[in-house]
């Protein structure tokens, strides 16, 4: 009997904690019809989108088979080509290892071995994807060359004059607006047809997003350390190369190592446009009605990306 009258004084204790806990909260805000107003403007705003977009669900539903039968001509994925020794086109006379291996050859089969890889290699699926990751890797390198002196320009607490970096912020973030596209169509009026346009595309690009993301690296980096080492008097590379340096350095192979990964895909759809890479013989196979090799193609670029994002990965946790 006893326990049961503790158990209901307790539950009565319970119920006033209770209301003397909602008698000393703190009022909650009320729901007023700026918050109303706010919300619908959110929702007209979508619709707007979604209007301006053209965006709608029944042609959607509508196009839905044409887009499973053209996912049906595609399957299998047909990788005859990478496999086929005649779609390589070998120069007659010549065997595989003379073409693969640095060997003592005469003109007329030098001549025929460096033009092979030049124009007819280069053609090819295998050939292609090789020149995709060469221009990423080129473009990326390019790009931090550029990028990391920029960074300390664009810096507000490295920067040597105020002027110096509203001038280069200003600069980036302007250039930084133009799509990689446009970009490979004024490198390929430029210079012409070729992975040499697409690959200046992606440095060009990459070299602002870089310097964007190094300056921001920069400006949050720990001042104290900057100010122990200029309390020894050291002078503005000193101060760069022992305070800042060491400070942002896991940012800049952070931010590189993604970068190169972007600039994989970004260079796939640069050969859109004739910039070289596999993104012209994915277009070429689309235009050509070739859907099982194009499909061969897309799965060659997946299986390349998460390659890449997994080499990422491990050589991030192998540095940082």
Same mark, same amino acid.
């Given at each position: 009997m006893s326990e049961l009258h503790t158990e209901t004084r307790d539950w009565k204790n319970t119920s006033e904690l209770r209301d003397t806990m909602r008698q000393h909260a703190p009022v909650p805000p009320k729901r007023g019809i700026k918050r109303f107003v706010l919300l619908l403007l959110g929702f007209l705003l979508v619709l707007w989108a979604f209007d301006g977009a053209k965006f709608r669900f029944t042609e959607l539903f509508q196009g839905a088979p044409k887009i499973v039968e053209t996912i049906g001509r595609m399957l299998p994925p047909d990788g005859a080509k990478i496999v086929n020794a005649k779609s390589y086109s070998l120069p007659a006379g010549m065997s595989v290892p003379e073409l693969l291996l640095p060997m003592p050859l005469d003109a007329e089969k030098a001549k025929f071995k460096q033009r092979w890889w030049n124009n007819t290699f280069p053609q090819t699926i295998v050939g292609a994807t090789i020149q995709t990751i060469q221009m990423a890797l080129v473009g990326t390198v390019l790009a931090i060359v550029f990028a990391f002196p920029l960074a300390f320009l664009a810096a507000i607490n490295t920067t040597p004059h105020p002027l110096v970096y509203k001038t280069v912020r200003f600069a980036i973030n302007l250039l930084r607006t133009i799509p990689d596209l446009a970009l490979g169509l004024i490198f390929v009026s430029a210079v012409g047809l070729g992975p040499f346009a697409g690959t200046l *595309?992606?440095?060009?690009?990459? &070299?602002?997003?870089? &310097?964007?993301?190094? +300056?921001?690296?920069?400006?949050?980096?720990?001042? %104290?350390?900057?100010?122990?080492?200029? $309390?020894? %008097? @050291?002078? /503005?590379?000193?101060?760069? +190369?022992? @305070?800042?340096?060491?400070?942002?350095?896991?940012?800049? =192979?952070?931010? +590189?190592?993604?970068?190169?990964?972007?600039?994989?895909? $970004?260079? @796939?759809?640069? !050969?859109?446009? %004739?910039? %070289?890479? =596999? !993104? /012209?013989?994915?277009?070429? +196979?689309?235009?050509?009605?070739?859907?099982?090799? *194009? #499909?061969?193609?897309?799965? =060659?670029?997946?299986?390349?990306?998460?390659?890449?994002? #997994?080499? #990422?990965?491990?050589?991030?946790?192998?540095?940082?």
């Open positions: *595309a992606l440095a060009f690009h990459t &070299t602002t997003v870089l &310097t964007k993301l190094l +300056s921001e690296s920069i400006e949050n980096i720990d001042k %104290g350390v900057v100010e122990a080492i200029r $309390a020894t %008097g @050291a002078a /503005y590379p000193q101060i760069l +190369s022992f @305070a800042v340096v060491p400070q942002m350095l896991p940012d800049l =192979i952070s931010f +590189s190592l993604y970068r190169f990964e972007t600039n994989i895909r $970004a260079a @796939a759809i640069l !050969g859109l446009i %004739g910039a %070289g890479g =596999i !993104g /012209y013989l994915l277009n070429t +196979s689309f235009r050509t009605f070739q859907y099982q090799e *194009a #499909s061969a193609i897309v799965v =060659i670029l997946i299986v390349l990306v998460m390659g890449v994002d #997994s080499f #990422s990965a491990r050589l991030r946790k192998l540095v940082i």
